[in-house]
């Protein structure tokens, strides 16, 4: 499977923090990933208060985010590479380049396609960013 990026202005690829488009050739599976806040994944319904304390800090919130998908990533036997578009919601629209400086660290020079929305709530109060992506990979065996 070949998963790239891509660029309608090549050499401008390094001013976006995502790809405009993304070609995959190849058989494969399509996963999609439910959105994941900074909470743990699995947290009780209706919300436990106890569960649901969440640091205001916007590069933490990501790192528990990222950490979420990855642990999705990893039950699957997928790495970021395989990600290849995400929605980002926010709800401070002036966290963008602290969000994107974060989970870069994650995906280690790819950047697949995004949309990022800025919303006024999340799912738990506190919350202020949530991702879900789509991503291909291989046939399971």
Not at 12 to 19: C, H, K, S, W
Not at 82 to 92: A, M, P
Not at 98 to 116: D, K, R, S, V
């Amino acid at each position: 499977m070949n998963i790239q990026r891509i660029d309608t202005i090549p050499e401008r690829a390094g001013d976006l923090p995502y790809a405009p488009a993304v070609r995959i050739d190849a058989p494969a599976t399509m996963y999609f990933l439910g959105g994941a806040t900074a909470l743990p994944l699995y947290h009780k319904h209706p919300h436990v208060p106890e569960e649901c304390v969440l640091p205001d800090d916007i590069v933490e919130q990501t790192h528990r985010v990222m950490r979420n998908i990855q642990g999705v990533l990893e039950h699957l036997g997928l790495t970021w590479r395989n990600i290849v578009k995400t929605t980002n919601y926010l709800t401070d629209i002036r966290d963008a380049d602290l969000m994107h400086a974060t989970m870069a660290e994650y995906y280690q020079g790819w950047t697949p396609a995004a949309t990022m929305v800025a919303v006024n709530n999340l799912s738990s109060p506190g919350a202020r960013f949530e991702l879900d992506a789509v991503a291909m990979g291989p046939h399971p065996a």
